[in-house]
């Protein structure tokens, strides 16, 4: 069975840091590319970055270059998101992604609220 947990989400003020997780079981972890996205209320869900499998080469949504990092560690079938610099909008439910050819799976999101 295949498992996504996220963890490490919460409320943050802005300008503040979250390490956002996300442990996988049941895959072959080095395989699939990560990805996290995000959805706000009333928004469509949204591509946030992704890490993909072999060297690793990583994407950005242009909204948070800069400022977040995607990593992933293939040992410990993790995947990682450090927010810094974290600004109201960033506000949503943050889901991690598993992708190989055919196979995608989701986990259940975390939420993150930047808020004063």
């Known amino acids: 069975q295949v498992q996504l947990v996220e963890s490490g989400g919460g409320l943050v003020q802005p300008g503040g840091s979250l390490r956002l997780s996300c442990a996988a079981s049941g895959i072959t972890f080095s395989n699939y590319a990560m990805s996290w996205y995000r959805q706000a209320p009333g928004k469509e869900r949204e591509l946030v970055a992704i890490?993909?499998?072999?060297?690793?080469?990583?994407n950005y949504a242009d909204s948070v270059k800069g400022r977040f990092t995607i990593s992933r560690d293939n040992a410990k079938k993790t995947a990682y998101l450090e927010m810094n610099s974290l600004k109201p909008e960033d506000t949503a439910v943050y889901y991690c992604s598993a992708r190989w050819v055919l196979s995608e799976y989701w986990g259940q999101g975390t939420q993150v609220t930047v808020s004063s």
């Open positions: 890490t993909r499998s072999g060297g690793g080469s990583t």
